[in-house]
């Protein structure tokens, strides 16, 4: 049966983990941090469960959809004449998720919350509130810029945007020079990716005031990534996104921002795809970027490091829920040849921005230490 009028949603989705009984969750349900202003759903309790309320009379089936690309979910329950409730089967991981739900058939973003860029949609999110959130949490201390840029692209005869982080300070001391982090997304997602679900900036700003990190620009731009098809990664094709970062965009930053505008001042990371990007984009262009970050993104070898200008520094990381033991791998082989490694593995998490929040979060200290 098709919708008669408008539906008011409220939701939240389900996610891993392991089920507790009914009876074991606990009644201590909250709105979720990433409402719309006024609305009390979805709710999520201490121990990671959502609970959500839809107001929709005329649908048949409500379901919830989670993660990229909608995969999993639950069905909701009508208990009256318009009201869809329920709670999820299980605790979900800490962090950010994004979803969407499916009403009788046709995909709606939950108008209670907030709508996030992901699995090349804008999708609704939620936030499970985790136990080390302190390190991206907006705090009193002082607060770095995070502004957006127009750059000119003859490559794809347009102007394309990108997003830019300057540290707290930059626009005082007008002759001190900082090195840059370009910092790429993953698939389905665009430059406001790390800054909306990341907290880039947060977490940027909290290292610099505990005094953890030398300050650094970060450059976040669109991937052109969308145009490809979910699992199609192996046909995607990197050179022309690598026009677009080496030949205009890094030009442009270093004649708009006071940059340090040399090798050993410049890092490229990338989360997912945009790990990938940034794989090949280092071994194609290795006297552009002196520091390397894959964020479940895929590992670096020995063999293809081999006759190129050495990287100060390979990061790899994933979640303990992905693939740990590659990537752990890979660290000893590349150590074992002689390289500069460090890797890291998010406990309890999988493909997800909490992984890669904590990701940046080890990565940034290492960065630009010399």
């Known amino acids: 049966m098709k919708l008669k009028q408008a539906i008011i949603f409220s939701v939240a989705i389900l996610a891993g983990g392991a089920c507790l009984a009914q009876s074991d969750v606990k009644e201590d349900f909250k709105p979720s941090t990433l409402n719309q202003p006024g609305q009390l759903y979805p709710q999520v309790n201490s121990q990671g469960y959502a609970r ?47 979803y969407h739900l499916t009403v009788d058939g046709g995909t709606f973003n939950d108008p209670g919350t907030l709508n996030f860029y992901g699995s090349t949609r804008w999708e609704s999110g939620i936030e499970i509130p985790a136990h080390d959130q302190d390190f991206y949490a907006l705090k009193d201390v002082p607060h770095g810029n995070v502004q957006q840029i127009l750059f000119p692209s003859k490559s794809t005869s347009t102007s394309r945007r990108a997003f830019v982080y300057t540290p ?53 731009t669109y991937g052109m990534t969308n145009e490809l098809k979910w699992g199609h990664l192996k046909e995607f094709k990197v050179d022309s996104f690598q026009t677009v970062l080496v030949d205009e965009l890094i030009p442009y930053v270093d004649a708009n921002f006071r940059t340090i505008s040399d090798r050993a001042h410049r890092a490229m990371a990338g989360l997912s795809m945009g790990g990938f990007e940034t794989h090949s984009i280092t071994l194609n262009k ?49 150590k074992d040849a002689g390289f500069n490694v460090v890797s890291f593995v998010s406990q309890n998490t999988a493909h997800e921005f909490q992984t890669w929040r904590r990701s940046l979060h080890e990565l940034a200290p290492l960065l630009f230490k010399d």
């Open 52 to 98: 959500f309320r839809i107001v929709a009379p005329y649908a048949d089936s409500v379901k919830v959809s989670l993660g990229l690309g909608g995969r999993g979910g639950t069905k909701l329950t009508k208990t009256g004449d318009s009201v869809w409730t329920g709670t999820t089967e299980g605790p979900m991981d800490e962090g950010f998720h994004y």
């Open 168 to 220: 707290p300070g930059y626009e005082k001391d007008k002759s001190k020079k900082y090195p840059v982090l370009y910092l790429q997304h993953g698939w389905g997602e665009d430059e406001t990716a790390w800054s909306n679900q990341g907290h880039a900036n947060l977490i940027m700003d909290n290292l610099i005031a505990e005094g953890k990190i030398k300050p650094f620009i970060i450059v976040m």
């Open 286 to 334: 290795p006297d552009v970027f002196s520091y390397y970050g894959l964020l479940s993104g895929g590992i670096y070898t020995p063999e293809e490091l081999g006759g190129k200008t050495k990287p100060k520094l390979i990061f790899i990381s994933c979640g303990s829920r992905e693939n740990p033991d590659r990537v752990n791998d890979a660290a000893a082989k590349l």
